[in-house]
């Protein structure tokens, strides 16, 4: 049972458009949301994160969306550029549990 | 270091033997989580280190898994009598706050392949 959905393995984007990152969940205890960005050979990186009490937190270049009644959250990246390329993951906690749940991740491609 | 430690990178054992894997967490954060990643899934908790507390190893997929911790900072992650299921990569992340809601930082991992 995948508790968190991003249902599209890959993503390509033409660079300096945007890029948008699906993630869905079916936890509605899920409360704190986290999108990771992972290079070949390294580890994730945490990019940003949103609390449930909100609905849209931004940071430079990438913006997340919450969308809590259709259990739905997107990052948006803009503009795009070629470093973005990497697989994006989303993952999400319910309070007082500190075990992410993670989605399969996204791979963005970012086209030249 | 600045970072978290994973060693070795890559890991090529056969089937039945048994593997350490090893983590240097940043020194301080006191959260040390181990998951891993099989190929085009998702991250899966195997099991989280909290300060002195007693582990959750709720993850572990089998008893042929154990880790441990020393002293509240490095940790080594067991696989015994490897099978060729176990092949992944294994990230282990520490944080400073408990519930490592403010992200975590990951090692690079191990790449595990059982032949």
Known sequence: DQQVKQNSPSLSVQEGRISILNCDYTNSMFDYFLWYKKYPAEGPTFLISISSIKDKNEDGRFTVFLNKSAKHLSLHIVPSQPGDSAVYFCAASAESNYQLIWGAGTKLIIKP | ?115
Do not use: M
């Open chain 2, 1 to 115: 270091g600045a970072g978290v430690s994973q060693s070795p990178s890559n890991k090529v054992t056969e089937k039945g033997k048994d593997v350490e894997l090893r983590c240097d967490p940043i020194s301080g954060h006191t959260a040390l989580y181990w998951y891993r990643q099989s190929l085009g899934q998702g991250l899966e908790f195997l099991i989280y280190f909290q300060g002195n507390s007693a582990p959750d190893k709720s993850g572990l997929p089998s008893d042929r898994f154990s880790a441990e911790r020393t002293g509240g900072s490095v940790s080594t992650l067991t696989i015994q009598r490897t099978q060729q299921e176990d092949s992944a990569v294994y990230l282990c992340a520490s944080s400073f706050d408990p519930q490592g809601t403010l992200g975590y930082t990951f090692g690079s991992g191990t790449r595990l392949t059982v032949v």
